[in-house]
């Protein structure tokens, strides 16, 4: 492994004339460095010849347009646009021209280069081709409207702004090629850019070029190489018309706007921009706030629309070199564990580059008093090196260093894997869990992030006016015939019917604004178990808040109905989590109650660890943990029946349940953790209803590897969830829909092509007809820039968007289906990758607003369909509690709550 500073980014030439062959200590040092050089590539043309992926009745398919002159499949699918939108990476900011086209015909040099014309425009023209794509279409082959129809229509305001495209606009793709053969990415760019006046506007990567105006089919360019004054003969081929929606289209597109935020004078940090000439510093909680814009561009149903959301940068002000100082002054001993538990795995910032690094491991054996080898042989340490690079003077030179790994770039250039960093240069991004728990720190982040949905399109307009206002920005798209529009985009929206809450007795309350809390109160509950023999467990300090309590939590319960005999109260001398894990194991070897109840001091998670270990996997049995502070609440009464009607829950209890009629739908919902004790390790819980009103439930957990496919273990458990509704009905469901969290965009191909395909074989095989059963599966995002407006307030719950910021190649839908007091707003989107049901769009987009309504843990509407919501629940809890699958003792009911 070699070991190498962490270096700046070198730039590609800006048209000025050719440097002399770099052969100085300085420009090999550049060359050695693992970030020095990053030229911007926007992609290269994929080759056809995968076959297309067979559809059935309900899939998407891989469809590749572009061969042989497919036109009618591109308007079929609605042009083929894949929202594929590239993350800005640092450096390599001299890939466009600036010049103005001097139109085909010219044949002027400029500089020290000649050129050629071989072929006219007109020719370019009849020999035109559309770049083969591959185009990833989830929308079903059945679907040819997906928009709903129910409920009021409005209009509403949404964070993109319209790019409109001025006439004759075109993304051409041309091949570039040198003869003599030239390597050097950087060299190619500048012999090339001797020609700009000749080429207009042009985006060039070292081999492939991308321009708005059509040029010849093949030009042949002269320059001179000036570090060994080599002729060197440049031929530009056209290669094809790039279609609207392609990859390298929108990637074209993203690059042309990280142009536009450099030229405010932005900061690149990771993937980001972010201004810190307007940080707002926090000095008594040493952190600064960096405000930022997030923004992609892409295809949407009729228009390319550039979404642009508000975003933060928290940023410590102490080094890394400080908390190692700090450590080491409270406890010298334990200094180094100390130092690796708190920095391995956080983010860290290097303010010399504004690049962002992941420490993996810290070498207490290296200190910057080492030295590295530069590429020319030479050794430089790392103190000398950050002095004449940076001209940064490092204090302490007895500090260990950090390693990070390279970059993948950088490994497959030859260079070493590792990175060593310097603490003292080194400053950490984000939160630590104790950060998150101080309240006072939380709210005063809240009230510079928490933007109020009036406040927020404030920021976005004035942000778009910067844009339109920077004469270069506004130069920058006027060459590539582009103007971005000055106003937010507003689309039409539906608001659906409010739900009514069934309760007890088939009594019902009207919902508003999605909550019930009020009309809950005294409401007998659906299904309500007895609870006869529980344990409530308390340290004997706290023991006079036990009775006080357990008679409000009796009462309240006789209210809705929950038969709640007293518990056996058993007194613990403190509360550490090894007192708790002794006293819980002297209880259950004895006998098992319904239900284990732990009051505790604080919320120290390795407490509520031990219990949680010892009752979902040592001794199973449900358990409910609550603080001691709780208990002497002002407002008791409602905090004590929500306790209730979580312990009614774990039980097998219901409180309330929505009209869905349905017959045979079962309802899945399946989400992902990552483990945070095993870094490669994750846990995926599948949650699934097993009767008719949604109200009793299935539920597995398995661990994985990071990365690992999931197809088998989702299927088996889809398995389990229909033996287990059979088990209960005595029949099969004959619908299943299937809600799955926790995909990135870019694995939903593997979802569709791996999962689907499993599950759908192994109830082919369950079922023993696929006719049988009907199926739909549907992706779930939470996470997402797009922002609704109303009225400069936040939207109804309710909101339903299916058109205009919505994709031409899936069946996909927005809802938003919580109301927000504080703050903007964010929708949950969903698209809809496979489906055999026969419903169609409004009563698929209505039953997901209804199962919003059924998550127990609160009266109010959630953001993703309850079955979805209890599986990250449960997903949760054991991937950062027990860190094993829970017993199959406790799979019937919701004891994860």
């Known amino acids: 492994?070699?070991?190498?500073?962490?270096?700046?980014?070198?730039?590609?030439?800006?048209?000025?004339?050719?440097?002399?062959?770099?052969?100085?200590?300085?420009?090999?040092?550049?060359?050695?460095?693992?970030?020095?050089?990053?030229?911007?590539?926007?992609?290269?043309?994929?080759?056809?010849?995968?076959?297309?992926?067979?559809?059935?009745?309900?899939?998407?398919?891989?469809?590749?347009?572009?061969?042989?002159?497919?036109?009618?499949?591109?308007?079929?699918?609605?042009?083929?646009?894949?929202?594929?939108?590239?993350?800005?990476?640092?450096?390599?900011?001299?890939?466009?021209?600036?010049?103005?086209?001097?139109?085909?015909?010219?044949?002027?040099?400029?500089?020290?280069?000649?050129?050629?014309?071989?072929?006219?425009?007109?020719?370019?023209?009849?020999?035109?081709?559309?770049?083969?794509?591959d185009i990833f279409v989830t929308k079903p082959n059945h679907i040819e409207n997906k928009k709903g129809t129910s409920g009021i229509h409005k209009t509403i305001t949404v964070n993109y702004f319209k790019l409109l495209k001025l006439t004759n606009w075109a993304l051409c793709q041309y091949h570039v090629d040198f003869s003599p053969e030239e390597d050097r990415t950087i060299v190619r760019k500048a012999l090339l850019k001797v020609h700009q006046k000749n080429i207009g506007a042009y985006i060039f990567d070292g081999t492939v070029m991308y321009t708005s105006r059509r040029l010849s089919d093949r030009m042949v360019f002269t320059s001179t190489r000036q570090s060994d004054e080599q002729h060197i003969t440049i031929t530009v081929r056209l290669v094809a018309d790039v279609l609207v929606g392609d990859a390298h289209f929108i990637q074209f597109f993203n690059i042309i706007m990280r142009k536009c935020y450099e030229g405010l004078n932005l900061k690149l940090v990771g993937r980001n921009y972010f201004d810190p000439g307007s940080k707002i510093v926090l000095p008594e909680h040493k952190l600064e706030l960096w405000p930022g814009y997030l923004s992609s561009i892409r295809q949407h149903e009729r228009d390319i629309l550039m979404c642009v959301e508000i975003s933060n940068k928290i940023m410590r002000l102490e080094t890394l070199g400080d908390i190692l100082n700090n450590l080491y002054r409270e406890d010298s001993?334990?200094?180094?564990?100390?130092?690796?538990?708190?920095?391995?795995?956080?983010?860290?910032?290097?303010?010399?580059?504004?690049?962002?690094?992941?420490?993996?491991?810290?070498?207490?054996?290296?200190?910057?008093?080492?030295?590295?080898?530069?590429?020319?042989?030479?050794?430089?340490?790392?103190?000398?090196?950050?002095?004449?690079?940076?001209?940064?003077?490092?204090?302490?030179?007895?500090?260990?260093?950090?390693?990070?790994?390279?970059?993948?770039?950088?490994?497959?250039?030859?260079?070493?894997?590792?990175?060593?960093?310097?603490?003292?240069?080194?400053?950490?991004?984000?939160?630590?869990?104790?950060?998150?728990?101080?309240?006072?720190?939380?709210?005063?982040?809240?009230?510079?992030?928490?933007?109020?949905?009036?406040?927020?399109?404030?920021?976005?307009?004035?942000?778009?006016?910067?844009?339109?206002?920077?004469?270069?920005?506004?130069?920058?798209?006027?060459?590539?015939?582009?103007?971005?529009?000055?106003?937010?985009?507003?689309?039409?929206?539906?608001?659906?019917?409010?739900?009514?809450?069934?309760?007890?007795?088939?009594?019902?309350?009207?919902?508003?604004?999605?909550?019930?809390?009020?009309?809950m109160m005294n409401k007998k509950c659906v299904i309500s178990p007895r609870l006869k023999e529980w344990v409530f467990v308390i340290s004997e300090r706290d023991r006079s808040l036990e009775q006080g309590f357990i008679s409000t939590l009796l009462k309240v319960s006789a209210g809705i109905q929950f038969?709640?005999?007293?518990?056996?109260?058993?007194?613990?001398?403190?509360?550490?989590?090894?007192?708790?894990?002794?006293?819980?194991?002297?209880?259950?070897?004895?006998?098992?109650p319904q239900l284990i109840f732990c009051a505790v001091s604080n919320n120290r998670s390795d407490r509520y660890s031990a219990i949680k270990k010892k009752c979902c996997i040592d001794r199973p049995v449900p358990s409910q943990v609550c603080l001691t502070r709780t208990m002497t609440h002002r407002n008791i009464k409602s905090i004590a029946t929500k306790i209730a009607i979580q312990m009614s829950c774990k039980l097998g209890g219901a409180p309330w349940y929505v009209d869905i009629p349905m017959e045979g739908l079962m309802i899945i919902g399946f989400d992902v953790c990552h483990d945070t004790t095993a870094k490669n390790k994750d846990f995926g819980a599948t949650v699934a209803t097993l009767n008719r009103r949604m109200t009793q439930y299935f539920s597995a957990v398995n661990a994985h590897?990071?990365?690992?496919?999931?197809?088998?273990?989702?299927?088996?458990?889809?398995?389990?969830?229909?033996?287990?509704?059979?088990?209960?009905?005595?029949?099969?469901?004959?619908?299943?829909?299937?809600?799955?969290?926790?995909?990135?965009?870019?694995?939903?191909?593997?979802?569709?092509?791996?999962?689907?395909?499993?599950?759908?074989?192994?109830?082919?095989?369950?079922?023993?007809?696929?006719d049988k059963y009907k199926m739909a599966f549907i992706i779930v995002t939470k996470r997402l820039n797009t922002r609704f407006f109303e009225n400069n307030d936040n939207p109804e719950p309710g909101t339903v968007v299916d058109d205009i910021i919505t994709s031409p190649i899936k069946y996909d839908?927005?809802?938003?289906?919580?109301?927000?007091?504080?703050?903007?707003?964010?929708?949950?989107?969903?698209?809809?990758?496979?489906?055999?049901?026969?419903?169609?769009?409004?009563?698929?987009?209505?039953?997901?607003?209804?199962?919003?309504?059924?998550?127990?843990?609160?009266?109010?509407?959630?953001?993703?369909?309850?079955?979805?919501?209890?599986?990250?629940?449960?997903?949760?809890?054991?991937?950062?509690?027990?860190?094993?699958?829970?017993?199959?003792?406790?799979?019937?009911?919701?004891?994860?709550l």
Request: proline content about 4%; charged content about 25%.
């Open 1 to 133: 492994m070699s070991q190498r500073g962490a270096g700046g980014r070198g730039r590609a030439s800006r048209g000025r004339a050719i440097q002399k062959q770099t052969s100085s200590t300085h420009q090999q040092e550049q060359q050695q460095l693992p970030h020095a050089q990053a030229s911007t590539s926007i992609g290269t043309v994929r080759k056809p010849g995968q076959p297309a992926i067979q559809s059935s009745t309900g899939r998407g398919v891989i469809q590749r347009v572009g061969e042989k002159g497919d036109s009618a499949a591109i308007a079929q699918i609605g042009r083929g646009l894949e929202k594929l939108s590239i993350q800005p990476t640092a450096g390599g900011s001299g890939d466009a021209g600036a010049g103005a086209s001097a139109g085909a015909g010219t044949s002027t040099g400029t500089g020290n280069g000649t050129l050629t014309i071989v072929a006219s425009g007109r020719g370019a023209a009849r020999g035109k081709r559309i770049l083969p794509a």
């Open 333 to 519: 001993s334990r200094f180094r564990e100390n130092f690796c538990n708190t920095v391995i795995g956080t983010i860290v910032l290097t303010d010399y580059n504004n690049n962002t690094y992941r420490i993996e491991d810290v070498d207490f054996s290296a200190t910057p008093s080492n030295s590295f080898p530069l590429r020319n042989g030479e050794s430089i340490t790392y103190i000398d090196y950050y002095k004449k690079k940076y001209d940064i003077q490092i204090r302490n030179r007895k500090h260990p260093m950090l390693v990070t790994r390279s970059r993948t770039r950088d490994r497959q250039a030859g260079e070493g894997d590792r990175v060593y960093l310097v603490p003292e240069l080194c400053r950490t991004t984000g939160l630590t869990d104790s950060m998150r728990e101080n309240y006072k720190l939380m709210s005063s982040l809240a009230v510079e992030t928490r933007l109020q949905p009036g406040k927020r399109i404030e920021k976005l307009l004035r942000f778009n006016n910067r844009l339109l206002g920077e004469r270069a920005i506004v130069q920058e798209l006027s060459e590539w015939n582009l103007q971005l529009d000055d106003k937010l985009l507003q689309i039409p929206a539906r608001q659906l019917l409010n739900e009514k809450i069934y309760f007890g007795g088939d009594i019902f309350a009207n919902t508003e604004q999605g909550d019930w809390t009020r009309a």
């Open 563 to 592: 038969q709640m005999d007293k518990p056996k109260s058993e007194y613990i001398r403190d509360d550490r989590p090894g007192t708790y894990n002794e006293r819980l194991e002297q209880i259950l070897s004895r006998y098992v």
């Open 705 to 770: 590897e990071t990365g690992e496919e999931l197809s088998s273990d989702l299927s088996d458990n889809i398995c389990k969830s229909v033996q287990a509704y059979y088990a209960l009905n005595k029949t099969l469901p004959g619908r299943i829909v299937i809600y799955r969290d926790g995909v990135g965009e870019g694995q939903v191909p593997l979802v569709m092509d791996r999962e689907v395909v499993q599950i759908k074989k192994k109830l082919d095989g369950l079922y023993g007809d696929p």
């Open 813 to 896: 839908f927005f809802i938003v289906s919580q109301k927000v007091r504080q703050g903007t707003v964010t929708p949950t989107a969903y698209s809809v990758i496979y489906d055999t049901l026969g419903m169609d769009p409004d009563k698929i987009q209505r039953l997901t607003y209804k199962l919003t309504h059924m998550y127990y843990n609160c009266s109010n509407t959630v953001r993703v369909p309850a079955p979805c919501h209890y599986a990250h629940k449960l997903a949760f809890l054991v991937s950062k509690f027990i860190h094993r699958a829970p017993d199959t003792q406790l799979q019937n009911t919701l004891y994860f």
